[in-house]
């Protein structure tokens, strides 16, 4: 706002002078929020929303009239560093980046048209991010582990959650390895038995299965042996197995 003097002749005198009340005004809508994401987003598209900015100071609320939005997103991780345009319908406040692939990191901008003018564009929004893939063998995002499959009972669950009773190695890009920590003793559900080691030969084997000729129990650790008479001879721990348990 500026205050301007006029006086009327040269040498008017201080009662001849009137003040006049400039006020400049700005016909162009203040920009709009940056974009976020919504749950629309999925592994292969960034769902968006925003919002536009309260325009306090329009000469009239005619100005203010949505006409509609310009929408631009880019990927710098994938070297795409120009804006490229998305759709927007009329003068709604959500849209869809897509033709990404999973967990690609997005940025966004997004500018108003009212009946006043453009406004300037909103500020490049946060890394936005498409969802993680489940089972593409890259573990990103929310994943406990990937391993590059979407299968339960091998470690990694169907909705990669670190399945009871295992434990999964980070693949740095590659698939995740799962352990379901045979040798520690502890009977687990994916395992026949638990000796508490990994060696073969003494009826536990490295893969915690319980070796041909061998019996073990449930217990934690488990307790193995050969059963005599079942026909099956273990040469390191039975001399004979004639099929039976009578002597003579």
Same mark, same amino acid.
């Not at 006020?23 to 592994?43: D, E, F, G, I, V």
């Not at 993680?132 to 990103?140: A, I, K, V, W």
């Not at 038995?193 to 019996?215: L, P, R």
């Given at each position: 706002?500026?205050?301007?003097?006029?006086?009327?002749?040269?040498?008017?005198?201080?009662?001849?002078?009137?003040?006049?009340?400039?006020?400049?005004?700005?016909?162009?809508?203040?920009?709009?929020?940056?974009?976020?994401?919504?749950?629309?987003?999925?592994?292969?598209?960034?769902?968006?929303?925003?919002?536009?900015?309260?325009?306090?100071?329009?000469?009239?609320?005619?100005?203010?009239?949505?006409?509609?939005?310009?929408?631009?997103?880019?990927?710098?991780?994938?070297?795409?560093?120009?804006?490229?345009?998305?759709?927007?319908?009329?003068?709604?406040?959500?849209?869809?980046?897509?033709?990404?692939?999973?967990?690609?990191?997005?940025?966004?901008?997004?500018?108003?048209?009212?009946?006043?003018?453009?406004?300037?564009?909103?500020?490049?929004?946060?890394?936005?991010?498409?969802?993680?893939? %489940? !089972? *593409? /063998?890259? @573990?990103?995002?929310?994943?406990?582990?990937? $391993?590059?499959?979407? #299968?339960?009972?091998?470690?990694?669950?169907?909705?990669?959650?670190?399945?009871?009773?295992?434990?999964?190695?980070?693949?740095?890009?590659?698939?995740?390895?799962?352990?379901?920590?045979?040798?520690?003793?502890?009977?687990?559900?994916?395992?026949?038995?638990?000796?508490?080691?990994?060696?073969?030969?003494?009826?536990?084997?490295?893969?915690?299965?319980?070796?041909?000729?061998?019996?073990?129990?449930?217990?934690?650790?488990?307790?193995?042996?050969?059963? %005599? !008479? *079942? /026909?099956? @001879?273990?040469?390191?721990?039975?001399?004979? $197995?004639?099929?039976? #348990?009578?002597?003579?």
């Amino acid at each position: 706002t500026f205050t301007v003097v006029l006086s009327s002749p040269v040498n008017a005198t201080l009662a001849e002078q009137s003040t006049t009340v400039v006020r400049l005004q700005n016909t162009h809508p203040p920009a709009p929020t940056a974009p976020s994401t919504t749950s629309a987003t999925t592994s292969t598209s960034v769902g968006l929303e925003w919002s536009a900015t309260a325009w306090t100071e329009a000469l009239s609320s005619d100005m203010t009239t949505i006409v509609g939005w310009q929408l631009e997103c880019r990927t710098p991780d994938l070297g795409n560093t120009n804006w490229q345009e998305v759709p927007v319908q009329g003068t709604g406040t959500t849209s869809l980046f897509g033709g990404v692939a999973a967990y690609t990191r997005v940025q966004c901008r997004v500018m108003v048209e009212c009946v006043g003018g453009w406004s300037a564009w909103s500020s490049i929004s946060a890394d936005l991010f498409t969802n993680p893939l %489940c !089972g *593409d /063998g890259s @573990r990103h995002g929310t994943e406990a582990c990937d $391993d590059g499959n979407t #299968a339960s009972a091998d470690g990694c669950s169907s909705t990669c959650i670190i399945e009871s009773g295992w434990s999964c190695s980070f693949g740095n890009g590659a698939p995740d390895t799962c352990d379901n920590g045979c040798g520690d003793s502890t009977l687990d559900a994916t395992e026949g038995c638990d000796d508490g080691n990994t060696d073969s030969g003494d009826g536990c084997d490295a893969a915690c299965a319980v070796e041909h000729g061998w019996g073990c129990t449930a217990a934690s650790p488990s307790v193995c042996s050969t059963n %005599c !008479g *079942d /026909g099956i @001879r273990v040469e390191s721990q039975e001399g004979c $197995d004639d099929g039976n #348990a009578v002597g003579g």
